[in-house]
């Protein structure tokens, strides 16, 4: 079955503007993680939501969890052109030992024009 | 503190040849993972080692595919004999416990021609 499954695919914005990008998962998890994609270059975490928590702040992210309809949300808020990237969710479910792989989506190109 | 590192970050092979990538995670991790992404698909799990076991394996496609780490340290992945399907970026990602967050290396761009 797919995870982390991002909607839109594709968001394009105004700078000064806020993004949000959805995501939708299908079966239990320990927590939901958000990473950003620079073109070109590797993935960096943004924040992570625990499957107990309901939302979470970090600077201008806001992430929200609704275990109960199994979907994420990530708002950036007062966008910049530098965060023109592609954004995906990753869930994870504890399987055992320490194993906490990620499960990912297709992502949400977000374009950030100044 | 350095990151998580891969080398090469480009690599173009041919059909039947034999690549292999390398992993340097960040020091004092014991938990190492590999992905893939395919061109158009999901990044998607292919393994996972604690210190030098394999913890889990479920993602590796076929048996061409064999991953090492040796000593606990860096990891590599070698295709052999390699296909054009193989093709994709390969992220390698390290996390220390008992923190979830995986930190993410630039990836290894594979082209089998």
């Known amino acids: 079955s797919q995870q982390g499954e991002e909607d839109p695919q594709a968001l394009s914005i105004q700078e000064g503007e806020n993004a949000t990008m959805n995501c939708s998962y299908k079966?239990?998890?320990?927590?939901l993680q958000w990473y950003r994609q620079n073109s070109g270059r590797g993935l960096v975490h943004l924040i992570l939501?625990?499957?107990?928590?309901r939302e979470k702040h970090s600077g201008r992210l806001r992430v929200t969890l609704d275990t109960s309809k199994k979907s994420s949300s990530l708002l950036i808020t007062a966008s910049r052109a530098a965060d023109t990237a592609s954004y995906f969710c990753?869930?994870?479910?504890?399987?055992?030992?320490?194993?906490?792989?990620?499960?990912f989506g297709k992502g949400t190109l977000l374009t950030v024009n100044p | 503190e350095a990151g998580v590192t891969q080398f090469p970050s480009h690599s173009v092979i041919e059909k039947g040849q034999t690549v292999t990538l390398r992993c340097d995670p960040i020091?004092?991790?014991?938990?190492l993972y590999w992905y893939r992404r395919v061109m158009g698909k999901e990044i998607k799990f292919l393994l996972h080692?604690?210190?030098?076991?394999?913890?889990?394996e479920s993602g590796m496609p076929n048996n061409r595919f064999l991953a090492e780490r040796t000593g606990g340290t860096y990891s590599t992945l070698k295709v052999q004999p390699a296909e054009l399907e193989d093709s994709g970026v390969y992220f390698c990602?390290?996390?220390?416990?008992?923190?979830?967050?995986?930190?993410f290396g630039p990836g290894t761009r594979l082209t089998v021609l």
């Open positions: 939501i625990r499957s107990n928590e």
């Open positions: 990602a390290s996390s220390q416990e008992p923190l979830p967050e995986q930190f």
């Open positions: 020091s004092g991790h014991d938990n």
């Open positions: 079966t239990s998890i320990n927590n």
């Open positions: 990753a869930t994870a479910a504890f399987s055992g030992g320490s194993n906490y792989k990620l499960t």
């Open positions: 080692f604690v210190k030098e076991s394999k913890q889990d």
